[in-house]
């Protein structure tokens, strides 16, 4: 027993583990009860027992297993972190449970796998209960189906994964054991349960029995959809819905649900894949060659058989599809054609998808060899194609099957038509899009009217297929001209058409619509089998596909096609109404005469021909009265027309009556229903009087009115076509002006160009120079709609004309062409566009190139050619490229059909030569510029291998690869490159050069797309095995594109695919998924919001949202190389496409408005920080180069991808300088709409400009300088302030610039630089600008150096970094340079610091050589001689230099803050000099030595110095405390910029200088709306700051210590009063609570805290209503809570209890009971005594009278030690200060005052001073000085003087003037120390103009009376002591400290050295004797 009582003692989990059987049951059973009471899953009691589950259900012995087992499922389903556990306790399940023989055992084990299931680990369960079906033993095989089957019938097939069941499903039904054969036949049922039918092929190779079996089983089953009966905890609010619908009756929606599932299910998933290439016979190819068609027929058999498999592994098939191809095409031997399609029909079904790259070869072989009439051959023709179209789209196979469409055969016509009709049953409205639907159209328009009845029919079965599908709306405008016979004949055909998308198959349709087919029957039922077979297992994929059609192709070749009818109804945006005019049937005279009678009065109808023209004018006015008065509907046009016509018509010789004529056809075609046979009749007379003087404007005005009424495209073709048909010049010159202002009229949409061209290089080869000017006038216009594509067709041109017609092309540069006026409204009401809007772009951004005839080149791709490129040796394959190349360059354009070339270009592409890959990848490129978008149909086959080549060890190969990709995709957009496993298949490849690359491409590529296919999803495992590849690289690309892929897929999708992986890695992508999620960029807006402006001739109005689906992956598209203007409309609509099919150039007009509309930045919110961070990280490259490497310029472009939109992304990289120039004319276009944008993405946009700094193009750098310039103007206004990483990726390239050789880049250059100074402070600028004096290019060194000077001048010293000495040491070095100009420039750069900074300089720069010295020595003399008139000018040249601070208004530099600081330091910096009267402008300088040097001539009176003894300038003199004015009256006004003030206090806090600081802090509390921006915690650490510092023991060693006590003290009451009052007491209050609480803190400090909280009480009376007594209650209540009154009174001092009661007490007497409402804001009131002590108050409050709560507040506010003042005196102090305070009476105030002060000199007038304002006390303070020095004569000088503070921010001109102004009132004499401070004063001030603070304190501003008491005067007590500061300073260490280091903020002193004085004494006396 000593053993039992051991194991009873130990804890649970111990028990569990021992050894003893019973200590494990004991511990499992109290682990059961421990679990069931654990209420939270996420208790830390679970994580105890996470390692013994496993143990829990493995128990050794079955009787705790069982114990174990139920606690394991309890625990499993309440334990958080259960999860974790599910692998060894499922295997432990599966190993140790299934085999024990008890069934409760099994039951729990079951229950238990369930339970994981349901807590979301599925996945792993299934995996185990799979391994265990390998286990030898049948029992646990059993078991491990029977849970599988439970969990399928519980949870249903979205959770449970049928794949890898089906998969072992034959494997268990050949088992031995019976038990386990009649589980499989029960998971059978259940699986078919839940697929039905897609369960049967996998099945087809069991045993027939078995099969039988089952079969009897599923037809049992009930028919409607299942439904899961148990969920995952994260579906349990789903259940819960579920159950509420059962018991409201209700249950359509759960049954919707899951049965969307059902579907979604194929069969072909299920299946695995079969390889079978590696399974051909070995001699197959030979065979298939063979002479002997057994022999061919027997490897053919051979491939069927291989091909019989349902799923067929992908693998290059190129090889076996052309042989086959060559069998069905070539062979003889019909019944060896079937079987080759029968082949192809398997390869089809087997690769899906991946068969699509091959379709394009097979279709036109299989449509010819329809010829064959042999029913068995036209059966497996018919199933091989349309199983081949399953694999591809109809837009991918358009061309081929539109060709074959004009076969002579019937039999092929006929069976392409019926092709067409099963294609078409397969699409969908949206995939197929007009684009599409237009040439087939016209085709099949065509057959109806065959001679053969099969090809009509089947033509009309087709049209009817096509009605069906897309709707009459769609249809109708291609059937305009369709009789209604046929056209009846067409709907029935469409009656009958049941679509593939329809629930039911279409097979009895298809009977019935081959019916009329005689001798038929067979092919029609195999057509109608295939469709079945079809639905059995729909593809939902192909069927999606066709939005890729964007109009590449098809519409090309159609449209030359369509026969003149429907090349007229093309131009159908005049729907009905249009093609009712065209077909207006040409009237007979006479029929036109009795029209015309009907509506004209008589008279004018006989007077039409009169001889005499007065009458004939009479005539033509009633006409066109009558036309006005005529209603639209009545008006016979063509009647009317045809009247003005009749003799002498056009002939007509009088111009009077001829322009009236004129002007009526422009009525009529503007009010009538004009059409182009009316047009006809008049447009040969408006041609003939175009070129007339004075009826060519009549003429013009009709053409216009008629092109708006006939469309433009046909009526201007007219017209040329008219004009070059005679002879005149004149006529051809006007007719082509007329054409060129029409096209910016009507926009360009829908016009002719190639007939324009042609007759355009007619009129450029006239003798007439006007017709050539006309012509190349027109073809500027072009140009703006067309591009540079344009010039193509003109190369073959003489050089003259060529250069005139660039230099036309030039001046449009970067132009956009007007939005059109014309021709919109009337065409816009064509509703029939809609669907089509979508897919136009791409094509109209391609059309312009197919202007051009595209050639034919498979003829010239000869077998020996393709031989040749697959030869063995390497040169040979080199001339074989070669040859290609010279044949692409020749053609230039050419026809998408290109024969063997694919096969054998790529072969080349994993060429061992890299240098003929290298080739191989150029002819890609051109190859893809040549074909255009019909390269799409080559994506498969040739671009998925390029990318391959992306996988290349060379890195110049892998940038080839990627040229050649990025060019493809630029014709074909992404969309084929998404669809289909290829694109997940390479990222596959474990290749990192591969991955990185593809996955940069995407990144790329993707944030563009406005939707992607849904294969993007099957990237998706792939990438992310790639965040976890162990390149870096590969890691880092996975993550950029991260964001891209969930911006397609949305977070949810891309979370659950993370399903699959490991849980490590799992957990880590996750983490990824959330960060990308927050850096996900918002998809491209739909471009159809750009409708807001009207496009290019295509009207707004119907550019419907509805185009957006279609319009998926256009925004992708990047359009072809010759015009990179970007698809730009959604909406080139039908119209543009329209006329004859000539949709042309309309694009570009379109599209660039269209573009144009969208936002051009997107805002990607943080975007710029995350860049910074990512630079700061050195995730990306540092913007750091000599000259831009690759990888920065594609790093920039992979950045700007997510921000800047994708057309203007194509024009800022593209390869030709024009488009950058575009790209710079959009940026500057939206600059003022976008300014959000541009801020967001200013580091890219500039990063970009630095590149095209080193363009060598020049008209791009001066657009992007003058971008540069709008740019930085907008920045300042939007006072933007540079970042460091904006400034240093930036600048240093702008300064490079300064160095042009072109003088007018340089100035812009400089202006930019200037402008620069305004949202960067000049004190950065300057190293940078500093860095460029180092450059090797001495131009730059010049012009840098200048730069320096004048930022000397503009900002003073404090912009010289690091420090003004090494600074001008470094320029001084530049003295010595070789180059003049250089010399020059630092000469003139260390004169203007000379002039700023006098004398010092030399003591700056250093040593420098005597050569040097000595010339920089000449040039201050000479610059100290220059004429004054000189610096005028030169304040003119640069206004932005100009030191007066007023004019700043105008001033582009930097805020007046810099100017200011600058300025003060300056004024500051040079106290004590001589020099500092350079500060002063020349205009007032006083050119000392010139006066002396100039003997004699008088050269203008001088008035009469009076002659003062100047003796006791000597003696030491006492001028009354200098006080220096605080902040100009202007200060306000000019610093409304309030981060030009912040960036001036900023550099002035930070000064090391402690007076520096507090004068800078005291002046930003001057500025109320500054000071009350401080928030509470600023608030806080000032205080804190400012009070440490009054307490610091250090500051009173130094010598003016008290002084900077006294600042501080000043400061704080200033930031007291001028702060936001609610942030500054919530500030003090919580500075006081952490000074109680920190034990550290001094008493002293919370002394402080409290007196300011005093002045806060004693301000509250004003204050009250502007603070937010809530917030302060708040934290008086906080306080409370952590003081409550016990813990106060512990306190030493009584004085925080009294504080917080005087502040209570004080808010309770001014707010009364309403107080109690501002407790809004605390949560809980009753955890302090705050409301308890209000209640208090307010009652005691009512109880007594105010008197007594007055002293309260009186007694809490202010000393108590001034109650003892006797009344008596205080009556008479008051009465003297109420004098004071009146106008009248001030002197005498003060003036009693003195004498009281004088007589009881211990009086304390301090109470009275105290509760008064800053300004007054100063005032009396400085009064009485006044006084002082008057009574006892130590300067007389009068107190009301009659300068106002106001009046001296004026230039004083004239010092006679200004002496008299201050002239003595008293007629005392005054002593001459006030009149030499006088006038130094009135130097500065001349000199200096208002900069903001005076040099020297102005005396007036001590002296005079304070008429604005406005101006708030603590900077003035401030200045005082800051300026006995100084003094006494300077005493000690006289006038040579190096005045820039000490950025001292005192003023100057008025007393100067002696030497000083004596000196100008001298000279004084000099100039007075020889003015004698």
């Known amino acids: 027993m000593g053993d039992d009582s051991e194991w009873l003692k130990l804890p649970v989990d111990q028990k569990c583990e021992h050894k003893l059987w019973k200590a494990r049951l004991s511990g499992y059973e109290e682990a059961l009860k421990i679990f069931q009471k654990i209420k939270d899953e996420k208790s830390p009691e679970w994580s105890k027992f996470l390692g013994l589950i496993k143990k829990f259900v493995t128990d050794s012995n079955a009787v705790v297993q069982l114990k174990g087992l139920e606690a394991a499922l309890v625990y499993v389903e309440n334990a958080h972190v259960a999860g974790k556990t599910t692998g060894e306790v499922v295997s432990g399940v599966v190993s140790k449970v299934f085999n024990q023989p008890k069934a409760k055992a099994k039951e729990l084990g079951i229950e238990i796998c369930l339970m994981y299931i ?175 068609w057994q022999e061919r027929k027997e490897a053919l058999e051979a491939v069927e058989v291989l091909v019989k498999n349902p799923k067929l592994e992908a693998g290059d098939y190129a090889d076996l599809v052309k042989a086959l191809k060559k069998v069905v095409g070539k062979d003889t031997n019909v019944m060896l054609v079937a079987l080759a399609a029968k082949c192809l029909t398997g390869l089809a079904v087997g690769l899906r998808k991946k068969f699509g790259q091959y379709a394009g070869h097979v279709v036109p072989t299989i449509l010819e060899k329809f010829k064959e009439k042999k029913p068995q051959v036209v059966q497996a023709l018919q199933e091989a194609i349309d199983a081949i179209f399953l694999t591809t789209t109809l837009q991918n196979i358009s061309e081929d099957v539109l060709a074959v469409m004009d076969n002579k055969n019937p039999t092929i016509k006929q069976q392409t038509s019926l092709f067409i009709a099963r294609s078409f049953r397969h699409c969908t409205a949206s995939t197929l899009p007009k684009s599409l639907l237009k040439p087939f159209c016209a085709a099949l328009l065509k057959h109806i009217n065959d001679s053969a009845p099969e090809v009509r029919d089947a033509a009309f079965e087709a049209l009817g297929t096509a009605l069906k599908v897309v709707g009459e709306k769609a249809v109708n405008p291609f059937l305009a001209d369709v009789d209604k016979l046929k056209l009846d004949k067409i709907k029935e055909c469409s009656e009958k058409v049941e679509l593939i998308h329809g629930k039911k198959a279409g097979l009895a349709a298809d009977k019935k619509e081959f019916k009329p087919l005689p001798g038929r029957t067979a092919a029609s039922g195999a057509a109608g089998d295939k469709d079945t077979k079809d639905i059995s297992a729909p593809k939902p994929g192909p069927l999606k596909k066709a939005p890729a059609a964007k109009a590449g192709g098809p519409p090309k070749k159609g449209k030359p096609a369509a026969p003149g009818g429907t090349g007229n109804t093309g131009t159908k945006n005049k729907k009905g109404l249009e093609t009712k005019e065209i077909v207006e049937p040409e009237l007979s005279i006479e029929v036109c005469e009795e029209k015309a009678s009907a509506v004209l009065p008589p008279t004018c109808i006989q007077l039409l021909d009169s001889s005499n023209w007065k009458e004939r004018l009479a005539c033509m006015e009633e006409f066109q009265k009558a036309v006005e008065l005529m209603d639209r509907t009545e008006m016979p046009c063509q009647a009317l027309v045809r009247m003005l016509a009749k003799k002498p018509g056009w002939k007509e010789t009088n111009f009077q009556v001829m322009q009236m004529k004129l002007h009526i056809v422009a009525l009529i075609a503007q009010k009538g229903n004009f059409s182009k046979t009316s047009a006809q009749i008049v447009l040969d007379g408006l041609v003939d009087k175009i070129g007339d003087v004075k009826c060519g404007n009549n003429a013009k005005e009709a053409m216009t009115a008629i092109a708006e009424a006939c469309m433009l495209p046909w009526t201007a073709e007219q017209v040329v076509s008219m004009a070059f048909s005679q002879k005149n010049p004149k006529n051809q010159s006007e007719t082509l002006n007329w054409l060129s202002n029409a096209i910016k009229e009507f926009g360009f949409s829908g016009l002719n160009v190639k007939a324009f061209i042609s007759n355009v290089k007619t009129a450029l080869a006239a003798t007439n120079p006007a017709v050539r000017t006309a012509a190349i006038t027109l073809l500027g216009v072009m140009y703006l709609y067309v591009g540079p594509s344009l010039r193509m067709f003109f190369e073959d041109e003489k050089p003259a004309l060529l250069s005139q017609i660039d230099a036309e092309f030039e001046k449009m540069q970067g132009q956009s ?140 190969v892998r940038a080839a690869a990627l040229a050649t990709v990025n060019a493809w995709a630029e014709q074909t957009g992404m969309k084929e490159w998404l669809e289909g496993e290829d694109l997940s298949e390479e990222l596959k490849k474990e290749n990192p050069f591969l991955r990185q690359e593809l996955l940069g491409w995407l990144a790329e590529k993707l944030p563009t797309l406005r939707s992607t296919p849904t294969d993007l999803i099957l990237c998706v495992p792939h990438l992310y095995s790639c965040l976890e590849d162990r390149n870096g690289d590969v890691r880092k690309k996975a993550q950029d594109a991260l964001p891209f892929f969930m911006m397609h897929l949305g977070y949810e999708k891309m979370a659950k695919a993370t399903g699959k992986l490991k849980p490590t890695s799992k957990d880590q992508v996750l983490a990824m998924l959330e960060k990308a999620k927050a850096n996900m960029p918002a998809k491209p807006a739909p471009l159809a919001k750009a409708t807001s402006k009207p496009m290019g001739g295509s009207a707004p109005a119907k550019f419907q949202p509805a185009s957006a689906p279609a319009e998926d992956s256009i925004s992708s598209s990047a359009e072809p190389k010759p015009d990179p203007k970007k698809a730009k409309a959604p909406g080139l609509s039908s119209k543009a496409k329209s006329a004859q099919g000539k949709k042309v150039p309309s694009k570009t007009s379109l599209k660039e408005d269209e573009d144009k509309s969208g936002p051009i930045f997107i805002v990607v919110p943080n975007g710029k920080e995350q860049r910074m961070k990512d630079e700061k990280g050195l995730k990306v490259l540092k913007w750091n180069f000599t000259t831009p490497r690759d990888e920065y310029i594609e790093q920039l472009k992979t950045q700007m991808s997510s921000c800047v939109a994708k057309w203007l992304q194509d024009e800022m990289f593209h390869s030709d300088f024009q488009h950058h120039n575009k790209a710079l004319a959009v940026m500057v276009d939206h600059l003022e709409s976008e300014k959000e944008g541009v801020i967001g993405c200013l580091d890219l946009i500039l990063k970009w400009l630095t590149l095209r700094f080193f363009d060598t193009n020049t008209s791009v750098l001066m657009k992007a300088l003058e971008y540069l310039k709008l740019l930085f103007t907008l920045l300042s206004e939007e006072e933007y302030h540079l970042t460091e990483s904006e400034a240093s990726s930036f600048i240093p390239y702008l300064v490079v610039k300064v160095g042009e050789p072109k003088d007018v880049i340089r100035k812009d250059v400089r202006a930019i630089l200037n402008r620069m100074c305004l949202v960067y402070p000049a004190s950065k600028m300057f190293p940078f600008i500093m860095e460029g004096t180092k450059s090797k290019n001495s131009k730059q060194r010049a012009e840098c150096l200048e730069e320096l ?598 003023t100057v002193t008025s007393s100067s050295s002696t030497a000083n004085i004596d000196d100008l004494k001298k000279r004084l006396e000099r100039i007075k004797s020889s003015r004698k």
């Open 118 to 292: 349901e807590i979301e680990k599925g996945e792993a369960v299934q995996e185990e209960l799979l391994k265990g079906l390998d286990n030898k033993n049948p029992k646990i095989i059993v078991a491990c189906v029977e849970t599988l089957r439970k969990a399928l019938s519980e949870f249903g097939s979205k959770i449970i994964l049928l794949k890898p069941i089906i998969k072992v499903l034959p494997k268990l039904f050949e088992s031995r054991e019976k038990a386990v054969r009649d589980e499989a036949k029960l998971i059978a049922v259940e699986i078919y349960r839940w697929i039905r039918d897609a369960l049967r092929p996998p099945l087809q190779n069991i045993n027939s029995v078995q099969l039988k079996e089952l079969e009897e089983e599923w037809v049992k089953l009930p028919t409607s959809a299942p439904r899961p009966t148990r969920f995952l905890r994260s579906q349990q609010e789903l259940e819960a819905k579920l159950e509420q619908q059962q018991s409201a009756g209700g249950d359509a929606e759960g049954g919707g649900d899951d049965g969307d599932e059902v579907p979604q299910i194929d069969a072909y998933e299920l299946l695995e894949a079969v390889e079978i290439l590696s399974k051909l016979p070995k001699d197959f190819y030979d065979k298939i060659e063979a002479k002997k």
């Open 817 to 956: 062409p007007p939005a059109p006026t014309r021709g919109i409204s009337k065409h816009s009401t064509s509703g029939t566009d809609e669907g089509e809007d979508g897919d136009e772009p791409d094509d109209g951004s391609n059309d312009v190139v197919d202007l051009l005839p595209r050639t034919e080149i498979s003829d010239k791709i000869t077998s020996e050619l393709v031989s040749k490129i697959g030869d063995k040796n390497w040169k040979i394959r080199k001339e074989g490229l070669d040859e290609v190349a010279g044949i692409i360059n020749e053609a230039k354009f050419i026809q998408p059909n290109i024969g063997e070339l694919p096969t054998a270009l790529k072969g080349r592409l994993n060429d061992s030569n890299k240098i003929l890959v290298q080739q191989t990848l150029n002819i890609l490129q051109q190859l893809a510029v040549a074909m255009g978008p019909n390269i799409k149909q080559h994506v498969k086959n040739l671009g998925i291998p390029i990318i391959t080549v992306l996988g290349d060890s060379k890195n110049n």
């Open 1349 to 1946: 000077g004048c930022l000397v001048e503009s900002y003073g010293m404090n912009v010289c970094q690091p420090t003004p000495g090494k600074a001008l040491k470094e320029i001084a070095v530049h003295i010595g340079d070789r180059d003049n100009a250089v010399r020059n420039a630092a000469l003139n750069t260390i004169v203007t610091v000379y002039n700023v900074h006098g004398d010092q300089v030399f003591k700056l720069i250093g040593n420098l050589s005597e050569k040097d010295m000595s010339m920089l020595e000449e040039r201050i003399k000479r610059s100290a001689k220059r004429p004054s008139a000189a610096p005028i000018k030169q304040v003119e040249e640069k206004p932005q230099r100009a030191q007066n601070i007023s004019s700043n208004a105008n001033m582009l530099r930097k805020g007046p803050a810099e100017d200011m600081s600058s300025k003060l330091n300056q004024a500051r910096s040079m106290s004590g000099h001589p020099e500092a009267a350079q500060m002063v402008r020349r205009e007032f300088q006083l050119d000392l030595d010139e006066i002396e040097n100039d003997n004699g001539t008088v050269r203008c009176e001088m008035p009469e110095l009076v002659q003062h003894k100047l003796d006791d300038i000597f003696e030491p003199v006492l001028i009354p405390e200098p006080k220096i004015r605080a902040v100009s009256p202007h200060f306000d006004d000019m610093h409304s910029n309030t981060a030009s003030t912040i960036n001036f206090i900023i550099s002035q806090v930070a000064s090391g200088d402690i007076n520096t600081s507090i004068q800078a802090l005291t002046q930003l509390f001057q500025i109320e709306s500054l000071a009350r921006e401080a928030s509470t915690g600023v608030l806080k650490d000032l205080m804190h700051g400012l009070i440490t510092l009054m307490l610091d023991s250090r500051i009173e060693d130094l010598e003016e210590g008290q002084q900077v006590i006294r600042s501080v003290n000043l400061l704080v009451v200033k930031v007291l009063e001028k702060s936001d009052q609610t942030n500054i007491l919530s500030a003090l209050l919580v500075l006081l609570q952490d000074s109680l609480l920190a034990t550290a803190s001094s008493p002293k400090f919370s002394e402080l805290v409290m007196k300011c909280l005093w002045r806060m009480v004693r301000l509250l009376p004003d204050t009250i209503n502007s603070i937010n007594l809530d917030r302060i209650l708040l934290d008086i209540h906080i306080f409370m809570k952590v003081f409550p009154k016990e813990k106060l009174k512990q306190c030493k001092s009584e004085f925080p209890i009294r504080t917080l009661k005087t502040l209570l007490h004080t808010l309770c007497k001014l707010k009364g009971p309403k107080i109690l409402d501002h407790l809004t804001m605390i949560d809980n009131k009753n955890e302090s005594e705050l409301e308890a002590h209000l209640c208090r108050m307010m009652k005691h409050s009512m109880d007594q009278t105010g008197s007594k709560s007055d002293k309260e507040t009186e007694k809490g506010a202010s000393r108590i030690d001034e109650k003892s003042s006797k009344a008596k005196v205080n009556d008479f102090l008051a009465e003297i200060f109420k004098k004071i305070g009146s106008k009248e009476n001030t002197k005498e105030g003060l003036a009693e005052l003195y004498e009281y002060k004088k007589k009881y000199s211990d009086a304390d007038i301090e109470p009275f001073l105290k509760n008064s304002s800053q300004f007054f006390q100063s005032y009396v303070e400085r009064g009485l000085r006044v006084i002082e020095m008057e009574r006892e004569g130590k300067g007389r000088i009068s107190t009301s003087t009659g300068i106002s503070p106001q009046m001296e921010v004026t230039c004083v001109p004239t010092p006679t003037s200004t002496v008299s102004s201050i002239g003595n009132t008293n007629g005392e004499e005054v002593g001459p120390s006030v009149y030499l401070e006088r006038l130094k004063i009135l130097r500065q001030r001349c000199g200096l103009d208002n900069t903001k603070q005076d040099d020297r304190p102005p005396l007036t501003s001590l002296l005079s009376k304070p008429a604005v008491p406005t101006v708030a005067s603590s900077t003035d007590m401030l200045h005082s002591k800051l300026s006995q500061l100084r003094e006494s300073r300077e005493q000690h260490q006289h006038s040579d400290l190096d005045s820039n280091q000490t950025h001292s903020s005192g």
